[in-house]
């Protein structure tokens, strides 16, 4: 079973307007990392975020982590038309012998 | 640098056929991942090679095999193909060293249809 699951499934905001994403997961984890994927690429690496840590910002980007709550949420500011594509959280392994988790993701769109 | 290259990017098949891909990582990263993406099930783990060596292994019938060679290329091979297996492939790469928390670097995947 997958242990992030992002909330909402699908996302429909206009240009300008900011965008927030949830993640949740299920077990102890060593960091948190955010991946973008437009229509028929790869996976993009937007930003990783310890478990030590609680916000981290890259450019437009607002990540921040809850381990209390086994939660994560991405903020995307001033969104853009070219932001749309689906939002991944992924959850990182405490040692080897574990691997990655992704969640289901986030479809994105932003209406020009 | 390069970025990861996945090859053939499409490929139709039939059931009961074999099916290799191939992933190129990028220069100096000895780890590659393979993932499968499926509209039902999304994004899940199949393998990591690392210098050649299997490190970790998802939760996929024996149907499904990779290996990696001497230059980091792996190989990923699926028999005996069931319709089921129609799903986007795709290859991860990094560095491999220095903890298990590097981002990971992506292809464009290989596109698979059973018919």
């Known amino acids: 079973s997958q242990q992030g699951e992002e909330d909402p499934q699908a996302l429909s905001i206009q240009e300008g307007e900011n965008a927030t994403m949830n993640c949740s997961y299920k077990?102890?984890?060593?960091?948190l990392q955010w991946y973008r994927q437009n229509s028929g690429r790869g996976l993009v690496h937007l930003i990783l975020?310890?478990?030590?840590?609680r916000e981290k910002h890259s450019g437009r980007l607002r990540v921040t982590l809850d381990t209390s709550k086994k939660s994560s949420s991405l903020l995307i500011t001033a969104s853009r038309a070219a932001d749309t594509a689906s939002y991944f959280c992924?959850?990182?392994?405490?040692?080897?012998?574990?691997?990655?988790?992704f969640g289901p993701g986030t479809r994105l769109s932003v209406l020009p | 640098k390069a970025g990861v290259t996945q090859t053939p990017r499409y490929l139709i098949k039939t059931r009961g056929q074999q099916v290799t891909l191939s992933c190129s990582p990028i220069s100096g990263h000895r780890s590659v991942s393979w993932y499968q993406q499926t509209p039902g099930q999304g994004l899940q783990f199949l393998f990591e090679?690392?210098?050649?060596?299997?490190?970790n292994k998802g939760n996929f019938p024996g149907r499904f095999s990779g290996r990696q060679f001497s230059n980091s290329r792996s190989e990923m091979n699926v028999s005996t193909l069931e319709l089921g297996d129609s799903a986007l492939y795709l290859c991860a790469s990094s560095p491999g060293t220095g903890g298990p928390n590097q981002p990971q670097h992506f292809g464009d995947g290989t596109r698979l249809s059973i018919l």
């Open positions: 077990t102890s984890i060593n960091n």
């Open positions: 975020i310890r478990s030590n840590e």
């Open positions: 992924a959850t990182g392994p405490l040692g080897r012998g574990q691997n990655f988790v």
């Open positions: 090679y690392f210098s050649e060596t299997q490190r």
